[in-house]
């Protein structure tokens, strides 16, 4: 079960809640920088299933300027204090002390943090057919822009050693851990495991309560890493993210592209009389 599906399901985002996607900022910037021609000849390039590159698989290539964008508008929405959804990486161990430190000086009474794990093998297994449907839809018609290509090893990077507990997760709980959670009025801790074992905290004014279902009942979850992160007022949903230059891009998107295309034409079809 993936971040977005358990946003929904915990009803964790109200209705007029403001959503920052950093994949939404780098859609603009790749339809930008298409409009000026800057990635023309990267675009004309065929991949191994005879088809061209399609501008989601360049969104690395934009990653730096679009984490610049959302911190931009963050900014600008934690000013008006807004309830924010703000979707984007904990992998960055800085990221929890700023957000704390900026929701408390805006004022903000609750910060959750919901951190969906899954072990190495299962997200990677994830993360390459559904690029690959984002790709098959465009070839149908659908979305011109394709799937938004994730290579495997960004997706590495974010596990440490033989340990299943991704960077992301120990960054959560350093946040929630933090000196500087008892400036917020309310701060939760949500894990979610891949088995259905989920754990809950809640810190009220620095102090820690027990967790979920051991006899002290926790308030509702008013926002949510691949870990994923929220205040009453904001949601941080943590996704993987590294910068490439466009060869490596390149030959790590044909790479898998052909693996694909190899695993398709080894399957059996389905529609055949048996």
């Known amino acids: 079960m993936g971040k977005s599906s358990s946003i929904d399901r915990r009803h964790l985002a109200g209705q007029g809640w403001q959503v920052l996607d ?3 900022i780098k859609d603009y910037l790749l339809r930008d920088a298409i409009e000026q021609g800057v ?22 290539l934009v990653h730096a300027e679009s984490t610049k964008l959302l911190d931009i508008v963050t900014e600008i929405c ?13 992998s960055w161990p800085g990221l929890g002390p700023r957000l704390l430190t900026d929701l408390a ?24 057919p559904r690029w690959w449907r984002g790709r098959q839809e465009a070839l149908r018609g659908g979305d011109g822009f ?24 120990r960054n959560d709980r350093a946040a929630f851990d933090h000196p500087l959670a ?11 495991h891949a088995d259905g074992g989920d754990e809950t905290w809640v810190k009220e004014n620095g102090c820690r309560g027990l967790p979920a279902g051991s006899g002290r009942p926790t308030r509702p979850l ?4 691949s870990g994923a992160v929220a205040a009453d007022r904001l949601l941080l949903v943590g996704k993987s993210a590294a910068v490439m230059d466009q060869e490596q891009l390149i030959q790590v998107t044909s790479s898998d592209c052909s693996e694909m295309t190899r695993t398709v034409s080894c399957s059996p079809d389905r529609s055949a009389p048996g």
Do not use: W
């Not at 008006?80 to 990486?89: A, F, I, K």
């Not at 994730?150 to 340990?163: C, E, H, K, N, R």
């Not at 008892?182 to 979610?192: K, S």
């Not at 008013?222 to 890493?225: A, D, F, K, M």
């Open 22 to 24: 950093a994949d939404t």
């Open 39 to 60: 990635y023309t000849d990267l675009l004309s390039i065929d991949l191994a299933d005879g088809h061209r590159l399609m501008p989601r698989e360049l969104a690395t």
């Open 78 to 90: 934690l000013s008006r204090g807004e309830n924010l959804v703000l979707e984007g990486t904990f």
């Open 105 to 128: 000086y805006a004022e903000y009474e609750k910060f959750t943090i919901l951190d969906v794990e899954a072990p190495q093998h299962i997200t990677r297994a994830r993360a390459l």
């Open 146 to 169: 394709g799937g938004r290509f994730t290579p495997g090893f960004v997706i590495d990077a974010l596990y440490t050693g033989d340990s299943e507990e991704t960077v992301c997760a």
């Open 182 to 192: 008892a400036e917020l009025p309310i701060v939760e801790l949500v894990v979610e």
């Open 222 to 225: 008013t926002v949510p890493v």
